[in-house]
């Protein structure tokens, strides 16, 4: 199958390096997201994609939009997409002869939108899964072609389960991409009575509420890791806390306390541990050399 691939993150490479190790594919184009500044020094990055597309001597096309990026209709026989990031319109999701095929970390309905995984793990499910969709001009709107299930582990975070979903994403597309080509499996309308969305992210949605309950606070925590993170107020000073788990200790919300180098912090219900983290302006440390260097934090009240 002549294909173009669309991705960026580093879900999408999983799906990328399966497609190039397969003999049912040639991909003529991988299609990522131009270089970014990063860092302090905002030096341009290339995506995760993009660098192993170079390593494999594939065509890589980087348009800051597809809005007038030009395809010849019918020349391909399929598009497939993993977290490329950027809107796709119609004239590009309907060029190929079989149309644009998605590979989305939610089981559809359920988390249409930009963080799917997140949603997940910030609620608290026990399971979720990855839908291989064929594409309309929707947000993840389009019909299903096949779904694979996915049981959460309690300490999973977001980088534990992005791994996971892309490998099971990988058989998805390996298992229903040529039934669907040979016509034996056809794309079922989604139902979307029950579709629920998920928003972008933003680095304030990691801000932690000391009100809420310890499962909530790790949920949040499991959720953000490694990206926006989860943190609070230590006075006018940001403080990432980098490693945590709920404990049963006791503690008014918000309150810390330290007792034997070790550092908790009261929840609604309960307390979080803390074993590593970072102070605004500061390298991130574990609690130990933290505590040597900050001894007037118990008894505080973060916010």
């Given amino acids: 199958m002549k294909i173009i691939f669309f991705g960026t993150h580093d879900f999408a490479t999983t799906i990328l390096q399966g497609l190039i190790d397969s003999p049912l594919f040639d991909i003529e184009i991988v299609i990522t997201q131009p270089d970014r500044p990063v860092g302090r020094k905002q030096e341009l990055q290339a995506s995760p994609v993009k660098l192993l597309a170079e ?3 594939l065509s890589i096309g980087q348009p800051s939009s597809l809005k007038t990026y030009n395809l010849k209709p019918k020349t391909y026989d399929l598009f497939i997409v993993a ?19 998605n590979v989305h970390t939610s089981l559809l309905p359920k988390y249409r939108g930009a963080s799917p995984i997140q949603s997940a793990l910030l609620n608290g499910e026990h399971e979720t899964g990855v839908t291989i969709m064929k594409m309309d001009i929707g947000l993840d709107t389009g019909p299903i072609l096949l779904q694979k299930l996915l049981t959460i582990d309690p300490d999973d975070t977001y980088t534990d389960l992005d791994k996971k979903l892309a490998v099971l994403g990988l058989q998805g597309l390996e298992e229903a991409v040529p039934q669907y080509i040979e016509g034996k499996l056809n794309p079922v309308p989604q139902d979307d009575s029950k579709a629920t ?40 000073k940001r403080l990432k806390l980098l490693d945590i788990k709920p404990t049963q200790k006791q503690i008014i919300p918000s309150k810390v306390i330290v007792e034997h180098d070790i550092l908790r912090i009261g929840t609604k219900d309960s307390s979080i541990q803390v074993f590593e983290l970072q102070l605004e302006g500061k390298p991130k440390m574990d609690i130990k050399t933290f505590l040597n260097g900050y001894k007037n934090i118990s008894g505080y009240n973060l916010r």
């Fill in 197 to 236: 969305t998920c928003k972008q992210l933003s680095r304030d949605d990691g801000h932690i509420d000391w009100n809420k309950t310890s499962q909530e606070i790790y949920n949040q925590f499991r959720a953000f890791t490694p990206w926006p993170g989860v943190w609070t107020l230590w006075g006018d």
């Fill in 83 to 101: 977290q490329y990031g950027l809107l796709i319109p119609p004239h590009i999701l309907n060029a190929p002869q079989h149309g644009t095929i």
């Fill in 55 to 57: 390593k494999n001597n």
